[in-house]
């Protein structure tokens, strides 16, 4: 089937750019992407670009050139599904917070509603393309929704996981590594693999079944994430015997089997993904009584709560047991740099510790607002909405919020903050003047010349 016209429901952190460079990339296509969120899609069609729901490098630029032209957003949602050929669902699959598999499965039902909606308006035969990472067989689910309607429209249902990371999704998705099609009809797999072939070399399609493909994705980020785990395990090893976790990483980079990259060590791996992945890869293993598997796996996680705990308990016990009314300064709130994203950022769960010992929190992120630090504090539930907000400040300008504080915490590896003026934020600050440096971004030596008592992770 030629495809002239996709619908993707989903205006988020995955569908937004996927289809902003789809558009971009096939401009005789016709790509619209629906939300059930007003305020997202109007934000997307917000004239002022700077104004985009999601803050990605090159983003804003794509958007403007296709938004209008072949690019649309939109809250018709029906109208979309029934006037497409192919229809991505893109939505949300947080962890369950509630039932059976509370805290470790995937809460599909934001997939399931979807399904059902494309069930109910479909009038011509589609493509319906996983796009959101999924426990695997749920495309098993999709479909028995989708051929029970009763009407004569056929499905075909296919899992394209995503793989691009936030911070470069924009490169990610021009230049990927590899595209994923799972499928069980060759001609729909070959309709998508032909949308990609616009500027992905065939080489680079990857064409597997359903059950791989929704395993695949569970299976990278589940490696992806063990490799931070494990060099963070060994950070803690170096913190204890001198050996330098840059030195160690370094060493065992350039072993070509092992490579070099996601080997940084840090206060802990956030993200939208990769705790909640392996979370649903464990349930899954131990729904099938897979139970060393799924302890395997787990573990991964355990060793990443651990690093986070670990550094809040390490500022504290330096700042002389007690940080109880000590301004501390949070340097990043996002869970990575380049993103306005916090889902699982370290610094709420740093926060939160270092609140519960009575301490003062000033934030400064260049992407991110007050109303978003409070909101992801507020949804801990730890303490009340007024107290979180009589604890914990925002501020616009890291110098203020800097200013008069014990220890600063660099909990994002902003660039930006390398080249502050540091002379400067020292003499601003109460003495000895701290920095726990969660990201080894800034100079031992340098920052020990200015004054600064400095620890950073694995040294
Ligand atoms: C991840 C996968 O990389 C991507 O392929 C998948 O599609 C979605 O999940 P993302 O979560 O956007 O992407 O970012 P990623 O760059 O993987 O970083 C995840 C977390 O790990 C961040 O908090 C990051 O700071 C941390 N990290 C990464 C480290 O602590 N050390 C590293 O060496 C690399
Ligand atoms: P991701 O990182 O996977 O893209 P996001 O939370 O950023 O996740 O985006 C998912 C989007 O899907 C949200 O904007 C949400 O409003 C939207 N969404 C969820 N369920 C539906 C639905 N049934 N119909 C349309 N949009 C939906």
């Not at 796009?131 to 429209?153: C, D, E, F, M, Y």
């Not at 990610?172 to 595209?179: A, I």
């Not at 680079?204 to 785990?229: C, D, G, M, P, Y």
């Amino acid at each position: 089937m030629t495809i002239t016209k996709i619908c993707c429901i989903g205006a988020g952190y995955v569908g937004g750019p996927t289809m902003a460079v789809i558009a971009k990339k096939n401009p005789n296509i016709k790509v619209t992407i629906v939300d059930i969120n007003q305020e997202r899609i109007d934000a997307w069609n917000d004239a002022d670009v700077s104004k985009l729901p999601i803050y990605e490098p090159g983003l804003a630029e794509i958007v403007e050139e296709t938004r209008g032209k072949n690019l649309f957003f939109s809250t018709e949602i029906d109208k979309a599904i029934d006037e497409s050929e192919m229809i991505f669902i893109s939505v949300n699959t947080p962890t369950k917070t509630y039932g059976k598999g509370k805290g470790m499965a995937a809460d599909l039902k934001y997939v399931e509603l979807c399904a059902r909606n494309i069930a109910e308006v479909a009038t011509t035969d589609k493509i319906v393309v996983e796009k959101s990472t999924l426990p695997v067989r749920t495309a098993q689910a999709i479909k028995s929704i989708l051929h029970n309607t009763g009407s004569n429209v056929n499905f075909e249902i296919l899992s394209n996981p995503e793989f691009l990371a936030e911070g470069t999704a924009i490169q990610d998705l021009l230049n990927p590594d590899r595209v994923l099609i799972g499928g069980e009809s060759e001609s729909a797999i070959e309709s998508l693999a032909n949308i990609y072939g616009s500027w992905v070399s065939q080489d680079r399609i990857l064409r597997t079944n359903v059950w791989s493909s929704e395993l695949s994705k569970l299976t990278a980020n589940a490696f992806l994430a063990q490799r931070i785990s494990s060099i963070n395990a060994i950070s803690e090893l170096c913190e204890h015997t001198e050996a330098d976790v840059s030195e160690v990483a370094r060493a065992i980079g350039m072993d070509s089997r092992i490579g070099s990259k996601f080997l940084n060590a840090s206060i802990g791996f956030g993200g939208s993904c990769f705790q909640k992945d392996i979370l649903n890869l464990v349930y899954i293993a131990r729904s099938y009584g897979l139970n060393a598997v799924a302890d395997y796996w787990e573990q991964v996680i355990i060793l990443n709560d651990h690093q986070k705990r670990r550094f809040s308990d390490n500022l504290i016990s330096t700042l002389y047991n007690t940080v109880s009314g000590k301004k501390i300064a949070m340097l990043g709130w996002a869970f990575k740099k380049d993103t306005n994203d916090t889902r699982e950022s370290a610094a709420i769960y740093v926060a939160d510790h270092l609140l519960s010992e009575q301490a003062q929190i000033a934030v400064y992120d260049p992407k991110v607002s007050e109303k978003k630090t409070q909101a992801d504090l507020n949804y801990l539930n730890t303490r009340s909405e007024e107290e979180n907000k009589s604890l914990m400040t925002s501020f616009e300008d890291p110098y203020e919020a800097t200013k008069d504080a014990h220890a600063i915490a660099i909990m994002t590896e902003w660039d930006e903050f390398k080249s502050y003026d540091w002379k400067k934020i020292y003499s601003q600050m109460k003495k000895p003047a701290f920095i726990f440096d969660g990201r080894n971004i800034l100079n031992k030596d340098a920052m020990e010349s200015i004054g600064f008592e400095y620890s950073s992770i694995g040294k």
